[in-house]
């Protein structure tokens, strides 16, 4: 069983028109390119630089029914790719895609606890309030906070990040705040 799928916007585009689906037309080739699949007189398949935009894919867990993201990730553990020229997480562009948008003023949270899963089924929006109630932050004491910063050119961001369990960005901020 495969369990490899790719999302593929090619499906059903007319000849002539770019393949990622923004429906622009395409160039007709001067020349032959037969490593591309390019003919003289035909059209491109994608607008330049287009072809990038078509390489949104998972894998699908079968224990957890989780569409387990492929491609690159943020710091945070999203899945990510560029489209139109900005980042987008994955994860919000398929709810999009196959739920409709989300909400003004509310986040997607994972009820799958998986920050790269994609399967739209497995989000839900929800509001900053009730969204970081599911997700009660580490309380960081002073003395933590110190010794942070004590630590700032010593000790790699990511390692005390996970020696307190929060976020790089946590540690970025404490170790801006000079030493009191």
Known sequence: MNNHITHDPTQEIPYG????GCGERTAI??????RLGYTKGAPRKFVAGHNRRCK???TINPD???WVWDGSVNTSGYGQFRRNGKMTVAHRYFYEQLV???PDGLDLHHTCEI???????HLVPLTTKEHLALHPQTSLTNEDKAEIRRLRDKVFQ????????????????IQRVPCP
Request: proline letters at 7%.
């Open 158 to 173: 990511r390692d005390l990040a996970a020696r307190y369990h929060v976020h790089t960005d946590t540690i970025r901020r």
């Open 56 to 58: 949104l894919t998972y």
């Open 17 to 20: 028109y770019c393949h990622c």
């Open 100 to 102: 409709g948008p989300v």
């Open 29 to 34: 080739m001067q020349w032959d390119e037969p």
């Open 115 to 121: 920050r790269n899963c994609v399967n739209p089924t």
């Open 64 to 66: 957890t029914g989780c």
